[in-house]
């Protein structure tokens, strides 16, 4: 939190002309729009600045958005993020436990649920950066990939579920700079790539075999939140034999752990001005761009 500005003390009153209740939810609704229109997060002094607050108002709302589950913060970078957390002991109307999961918990149960390392990933800055880990010591990573997966969406798992989410026009884009061989089993015909994402589609899944390095394969899906829109992937590596024996099982349990991550639903789009459009229809930036796949 910014030190020459620090938020005011739990509970203390927000101040504002025309005061009460209702202009304070205003507020707030007015912060959780913004937050859901920028997936890639807000500071503080840019929602002060929409919303027209002083910065300890803005600071306010934000920790209370965080407070009841609606948001949350990262420390290391300042930036707020629309997110939907239960409050700890809430659950459905039925009594039955809230199935929405932190991305920290979503990479726990699909660890827990596979044993096999297990992976959470968010798009940024036009690639997929991997932002949860799980899996004992000796588990294989992804090789040569570090913690983002950006040219070489092709030949992953997890970069295929975003590409098959994206438009023809953008997949297009994308095939036209060349599909880069990362080994030797790294799909390059743009026919294979087109059918393996059309099936992804089709089954709620993607998988990679031996694309990336020998032995190593992967199984990812993507983590819709309520409005439809792209919240994370999530994915799990294993060897060729574990992959050829338990396809079918680990598959399922990857759609399922991705299927329980829950997020508000997501500010419908303004329509494009056909200028918009045309300056947009040829960009495509590194790995899936900001392209809207929800």
Not at 99 to 128: C, M, N, P, Q
Not at 188 to 195: F, G, I, K, M, Q
Not at 213 to 240: K, Q, T, W
């Amino acid at each position: 939190m910014d030190r020459t500005h620090p938020a005011p003390e739990a509970g203390a009153p927000i101040t504002e002309r025309n005061g009460g209740t209702l202009t304070t939810a205003r507020s707030a609704l007015q912060v959780l729009a913004l937050l859901q229109e920028r997936p890639d997060g807000v500071k503080a002094e840019e929602v002060a600045s929409v919303i027209g607050k002083s910065l300890s108002t803005a600071y306010y709302l934000l920790r209370a958005l965080c407070e009841e589950g609606f948001a949350a913060h990262d420390d290391r970078g300042g930036l707020y993020r629309a997110e939907f957390r239960p409050p700890p002991g809430s659950g459905s109307a039925d009594g039955v436990p809230a199935r929405e999961l932190s991305l920290a918990a979503l990479a726990d149960e699909l660890f827990a649920r596979t044993h096999k390392r297990s992976y959470v990933g968010v798009l940024d800055g036009g690639a997929i950066e991997i932002v949860e880990v799980r899996g004992r010591q000796g588990l294989p990573r992804l090789p040569g990939m570090g913690d983002r997966i950006s040219d070489a969406a092709h030949a992953s798992a997890m970069g295929k579920v975003v590409l098959s989410l994206m438009r023809d026009v953008a997949v297009d884009r994308y095939v036209q700079r060349g599909l880069k061989v990362v080994a030797p089993a790294t799909i390059t015909d743009p026919a294979v790539l087109r059918a393996q994402l059309a099936q992804a589609h089709r089954d709620g899944y993607a998988t990679d075999v031996e694309e990336l390095a020998s032995d190593f394969c992967c199984v990812a899906a993507p983590v819709f939140n309520r409005g439809g829109g792209l919240r994370a992937i999530a994915g799990i590596s294993m060897s060729r034999r574990a992959f050829d024996e338990s396809l079918d099982v680990l598959s399922r349990a990857v759609r399922e752990v991705a299927g329980t991550k829950l997020a508000l639903p997501a500010r419908p789009a303004r329509p494009r001005t056909s200028s918009e459009t045309r300056s947009n229809a040829g960009r495509v930036p590194s790995m899936v761009g900001k392209t809207s796949v929800s």
